[in-house]
């Protein structure tokens, strides 16, 4: 009866450390990705003040891509057979740095258009640390909660990305408004020490087992799994199309709120913020049904439909009238970004976990930083609006073509 007990005690004593390591993470997960995303939405809206050109703020998005692109293929490998909590511990601090060293060339009047290439490197050297971190949260999660609550934690862990997206240009807006860039960077870097403080406190069981295969082997396997699982190549590809619309949301809009809607900054960061509480809302709800309705039918209307809104939106000039489309626009981003990744999990064996993600998070960064600069480009030279406009009529075309191509999601219930 003793030894019952005392097992019975080392079982709740176990559960209790996991539930707060997962709290700990949630806590780190959501400041982080407040503090990440304030810092490219406020790098973007930077770098334009100082150059004036859309196509360098495209191509200061895109360099924070371009790491993802280079090195994502073998991420994957790498937190599968390593540490995903020691390799979060690493690359978590380069946007510290990245905030301080932007904070500080601001406040000694060092940063100007001649040394405009440092954004580039800035946003290249987060972008690394972006490679890592994006998969490792999503496989980490997979250590931190039993199998069965894996789906649902994704969810939870995608209104965290939600919340961060959407609350970013708002407070960054806010704090811009009264303080010059240097306050906002050193706040920044400031925001992600703190959450820095939260992952030290997550313990987590060691899964990672060193293979004998290579790292390019490794990446083969995921690849097989890929090929072979019809729903999972699919998903990839809906990612793809469901992040299309970040790029001219992050890039083109914030523009098209200054010179169309004529708002200041103030106005521009809680018009922004607009579309963070629709992808909230959104993603939200998808937690709350994700088992009640037909979810490849959703995301397929869903992604036709965002396209729809996306087109009028450029033919809006009232700015209530456009924040309301931005929300319903945010919903649908939420209800995809929400599903999508979550359905992923489900379908994904452990063992490949880390190499899937890494795919998920090599299409999740890359598509809006080749769309940013697309749409950025057709700006500068077309105006805002045109460029809003062919995003939209872009995503329903492409929406239609998925409705019709992707037979294993159209299946899926």
Request: net charge positive; with cysteine; proline share 2%.
């Amino acid at each position: 009866m003793t030894k019952q007990n005392t097992a019975s005690s080392v079982s709740q004593e176990a559960g209790l450390l996991s539930k707060k390591s997962l709290l700990y993470f949630y806590i780190n997960t959501g400041i982080t990705l407040l503090a990440g995303n304030m810092f490219n939405y406020s790098l973007i809206i930077y770098s334009f003040d100082i150059t004036r050109s859309q196509t360098f703020s495209g191509s200061v998005f895109l360099a924070n891509v371009l790491p993802t692109v280079l090195f994502s293929f073998f991420v994957g490998a790498f937190l599968d057979r390593y540490s995903r909590i020691k390799i979060l511990y690493i690359f978590q601090t380069n946007f510290i740095i990245s905030g301080i060293v932007l904070g500080t060339l601001i406040y000694f009047g060092k940063m100007n258009y001649d040394i405009r290439y440092i954004l580039i490197l800035l946003s290249s050297y987060n972008g690394l640390a972006l490679t890592f971190i994006i998969p490792g949260r999503l496989t980490l999660l997979g250590n931190l909660t039993h199998s069965k609550d894996t789906a649902k934690a994704t969810i939870m862990l995608n209104i965290l990305i939600i919340i961060g997206f959407g609350l970013a240009p708002m407070i960054a807006g806010l704090i811009k408004q009264k303080y010059h860039w240097d306050v906002l960077f050193f706040t920044i870097a400031f925001l992600y020490f703190s959450g820095y403080l939260f992952l030290i406190s997550v313990k987590v069981p060691e899964t990672a087992i060193p293979e004998k295969e290579t790292i390019w082997a490794g990446l083969k396997k995921g690849m097989s799994f890929i090929k072979s699982e019809k729903l999972a190549f699919e998903l990839l590809l809906m990612t793809s199309l469901a992040v299309f619309m970040v790029g001219p949301l992050q890039v083109v809009l914030p523009q098209f709120a200054k010179k169309t809607l004529l708002l200041d900054e103030q106005g521009r960061g809680l018009y922004m913020g607009t579309l963070g509480f629709g992808l909230l809302l959104g993603g939200v709800g998808a937690r709350l049904l994700h088992d009640r309705f037909h979810r490849g039918y959703i995301m397929l209307g869903v992604l036709i439909l965002t396209g729809i809104l996306v087109f009028v939106l450029s033919n809006i000039q009232a700015s209530f009238v456009s924040g309301v489309i931005l929300l319903c626009i945010g919903v649908m981003g939420g209800l995809l970004t929400a599903l999508i990744p979550s359905v992923l999990q489900i379908i994904t064996p452990d063992s490949v976990r880390g190499r899937v993600m890494s795919f998920y998070s090599l299409i999740f960064q890359s598509t809006p930083a080749l769309s940013g600069l697309l749409t950025g480009k057709l700006a500068d030279v077309y105006g805002q609006s045109y460029s809003i406009a062919v995003s939209g009529i872009t995503i329903i075309v492409l929406g239609v073509l998925s409705f019709v191509a992707f037979a294993r999601l159209r299946e899926l219930r």
